[in-house]
């Protein structure tokens, strides 16, 4: 059984960073691919990045977070990041971190509000 746990949420102002960090413990991290998803208020959840299994793995991104959102992992610490750049107002939601994609472990979630 895997637990997860995120971190880092908050509120910051339009244009600001947050890094998120999400502590997973259990067995065999390193052989789950990696997601974080958000769901914003009166909306659906939705993928925001993806890191797969894979021996050199290149994450992926949505559209509209591409070049500001970063996703890593550490597998010998059992954790994932998600480093947000240059926030807007459309990136307010709880973000989730999840590691074998929709049939695997997600963790409670994190508020991320961007105030402008």
């Known amino acids: 059984q895997v637990q997860l746990m995120e971190s880092g949420g908050g509120v910051v102002r339009v244009g600001g960073s947050l890094k998120l960090a999400c502590q997973a413990s259990g067995d065999n991290f390193a052989q789950y691919s990696a997601h974080w998803y958000r769901q914003a208020t009166g909306k659906g959840r939705e993928l925001v990045a993806y890191l797969p299994v894979a021996r050199d793995p290149e994450p992926m991104y949505a559209d509209d977070v591409k070049g500001r959102f970063t996703l890593s992992r550490d597998n010998a610490k059992n954790m994932l990041f998600l480093q947000m750049n240059d926030l807007s107002l459309n990136d307010s939601a709880i973000y989730y971190c999840?590691?074998?994609?929709?049939?695997?472990?997600w963790g409670q979630g994190t508020q991320v509000t961007v105030s402008s």
């Open positions: 999840n590691i074998g994609s929709t049939g695997g472990y």
